[in-house]
């Protein structure tokens, strides 16, 4: 299993793309964006759902909770009947988020990818691509990674998505749980160091 960390406007849909195009075996892609949409209209200006700040801010509810965290299990289920998923997510609330991953894939073998894009250029596309309320990619570049720890980062700032996913799928047998985070060049492979939290 394959999950992809990072802020908006990032490049982790991309990635996830060229991921299912490199990988040799057939990998299902499943990111946090379809979660939301899979919801009720009405959970999307709610209190007990998710809300978008007009500064780019993001506000999750108790209900938005619940269904994330049976989504989750989903997942983890799928990936412990065979399949091999890649997950694209956004760590809204860091090392907290990661955890709950965590403890819904323990005993499985998880790759941690953390999808690294300064915040100027994140912003740049966001206005772009037109679907996004303006500040979120900037709020969410830093934010997402703080205290997660990753087997490999990549940086889409200047390196594109094939090219990160190259990166990641070297590595995606390598069956390691998780080490501190430490930025690597898109070119270079990861450095070793002492194991994360395996769970939350």
Partial sequence: MIVLNGGSSSGKSGIARCLQAV???????????GLIQAMPA???ASDAGIEFGPDGGVLVGAEFRALEAAWIEGIAAMARAGARVIVDEVFL???????RWQKALGGLQVLWVGVRCES??????EVARG????????????AVHESVFYDVEVDTTHAEAMECARVIAALSGD???????????THAPPRSGPRGPSSG
Avoid: E, N, Y
């Fill in 42 to 44: 009405s959970m999307r």
């Fill in 131 to 142: 679907d996004r309320v303006t500040g979120m990619a900037a709020s969410q570049a830093d």
């Fill in 175 to 185: 069956g390691r749980r998780g080490c501190p985070l430490v930025p690597v060049p």
């Fill in 93 to 99: 609330g860091g090392a907290a988020s990661q955890q």
């Fill in 23 to 33: 990988l040799p075996d057939p990998w299902l892609a499943f990111g946090v964006d």
């Fill in 120 to 125: 100027a250029v994140a912003a740049g596309r």
